[in-house]
């Protein structure tokens, strides 16, 4: 048997918070799984913003997370996740704004 390392310990183990209103609440009762799983990632997502200090001048924190890098993340098609999104802001659990991939010159 091939001991674990503490490095590999340490990137095995994180975890994703999953709150139970969303399980709980009558507002969430009919939402997917899948949508409340990307909820959660969308909201873990939130540490890396405010470390990088990504808050608008309302003082809302905002997210930067491709299409791309998010369909691979929850292993979907791009069909699917923007059926995803589209419930997420049924919910009103995000708000996108469209950023271009091409700079204007």
Partial sequence: MKRITASQYQTSERYYKLPKLLFESERYKNMKLEVKVAC??????????????WIDE??????IYSNSNLMALLGCSKSKLLSIKKSL???GLIDEVQQSSSEKG
């Fill in 40 to 53: 959660v990632v969308l909201k873990d997502r939130l540490e890396l913003s405010l470390s990088r200090g």
């Fill in 89 to 91: 802001r049924g919910y």
């Fill in 58 to 63: 309302d003082g809302a924190i905002y997210l």
